[in-house]
């Protein structure tokens, strides 16, 4: 309110009828308290008018010390004397030349707060963009990195799988030749041992590795190695299955550290041991990384009692 009432003061109306005008309508708008004021010419105002306060340099006249205070903040001016002048009434004309300047001065105000706020909303919607166009820029790198992981495991795993087969392909053709030497009478050579087929892929940097641990009980396990024994080709040990991803170069004692937390068979001695191809780790293997004991990117890994 003392910024309204110090405005229309500042633009020549009496302090007193200003105030009165403002508490008459109750409004902080500068439209309304003008009207007012412009409509009840002849409505005394609520304090009578203290001896008018003068500086010397411009002239003006003012009702309070708080006046003079303002005027002298804004304009400099000093020395200031006490004069018996009374303001005069404005004139229509003042009138209409004061509510003139008020208008354009409000209106001068709405452009600047209006331009203000294009500009920050504009400077928003840029901020909005920017932030959606790195969003979507980092999650189409992300994308793109996923699905070349995929493609890359995709080929590896169809190049394991024709191996494989060419493995049974061979063991089978290796069956036949036995089994037609052992019918003709013919002394049966030891069926010859599969090439092992040497994989011509440049060597990968693996960063992880993905553990399918199957848990075996010793029944299990006795009867799978009779199942060895006279079916060479005897499908593997089926038991509960953990899987897990390690660092490739975490040691193999954490795969056992983790078994040891996790298993489900007992608490009793247990070694690890990989099915295809067949080979048990010794102590000395704990303390090795995984992908230099064969185990990246994936395999599979059979806990058996001791």
């Known amino acids: 309110m003392s910024s309204l009432v110090n405005m229309l003061v500042d633009m020549g109306f009496e302090k007193e009828r200003v105030e009165t005008a403002v508490a008459k309508t109750g409004s902080a708008d500068v439209q309304v308290v003008m009207d007012w004021m412009l409509a009840n010419e002849e409505e005394p105002a609520a304090v009578e008018p203290n001896p008018m306060a003068q500086p010397e340099p411009c002239g003006k006249l003012f009702n309070s010390s708080e006046e003079v205070e303002f005027h002298a903040s804004k304009s400099g001016h000093g020395n200031f004397s006490e004069s018996t002048e009374e303001k005069k009434p404005l004139s229509e004309e003042e009138k209409k030349e004061q509510l003139a300047k008020i208008e354009a001065k409000l209106r001068q105000r709405r452009l600047e707060r209006e331009a203000r706020e ?22 189409k790198r992300h994308d793109e990195l996923e699905m070349k992981k995929i493609i890359e495991q995709r080929r590896r795993e169809k190049e394991d799988e024709l191996k494989a087969k060419q493995r049974v392909r061979e063991q089978i053709q ?102 295809f191809p067949r080979k048990v780790f010794s102590t000395d293997d704990y303390d090795k990384p995984l992908d230099t004991l064969g185990l990246a990117p994936t395999a599979t890994l059979i806990v058996s009692k001791s």
């Open 174 to 275: 290796a069956d036949k030749l036995a089994r037609k030497a052992k019918q003709a009478g013919q002394p049966q050579e030891a069926a010859p041992t599969p090439p092992v087929l040497a994989d011509k892929r440049p060597p990968q940097d693996y960063s992880e590795v993905k553990l399918q641990i199957r848990l075996i009980d010793g029944k299990s396990l006795a009867l799978n190695r009779a199942l060895d024994s006279t079916c060479p080709n005897a499908a593997p040990p089926t038991g509960k299955t953990l899987s897990q991803s390690f660092g490739a170069k975490e040691p193999l004692s954490a795969v056992r550290l983790y078994i040891e937390m996790n298993r489900t068979d007992g608490d009793g001695p247990f070694k690890l041991m990989t099915s």
């Open 118 to 139: 294009k500009e920050e909303a504009l400077e928003r919607e840029r901020a909005r963009i920017k932030s959606g166009k790195d969003m979507l820029e980092a999650k």
